[in-house]
């Protein structure tokens, strides 16, 4: 069985599976069905967050603040992020520890 990873909105839409966040519900109601649980960022992911964001402002990366906050989620918990966005690529050239797994 792989590894659990936090599902990206680009990558659900494509029909991948695994934990979703907050922010996939918002945008996708659908998502919330009895066995799947929506991922809530905590203090320490904002704070990670907004870390990651000075660093890519200061490189002139910019990135959105939805991404920012996954791949935060991601790292605290020790999660890959399972996308086909490649603004993650961006935040994973400043945050290294950030794992990917790339959907087509």
């Avoid at 990558?11 to 979703?20: R, S």
């Avoid at 907050?22 to 809530?40: C, G, I, N, Q, S």
């Avoid at 967050?49 to 490189?59: C, D, F, G, W």
Wanted: without cysteine.
């Amino acid at each position: 069985m792989a590894a659990p990873a936090i599902v990206d909105t680009s990558a659900y839409e494509q029909g991948a599976e695994g934990l979703i966040t907050v922010f996939t519900l918002v945008e996708h109601p659908e998502a919330d069905r009895p066995y799947r649980r929506a991922l809530f960022p905590s203090l320490s992911d904002y704070k990670t967050a907004i870390a990651i964001s000075n660093v890519l402002q200061r490189k002139g990366m910019g990135v959105g603040a939805i991404d920012i906050l996954i791949a935060s989620m991601a790292l605290n918990r020790n999660l890959a992020v399972i996308t086909k966005d490649r603004d993650f690529e961006k935040i994973q050239a400043v945050e290294r520890k950030l794992k990917i797994e790339w959907v087509q």
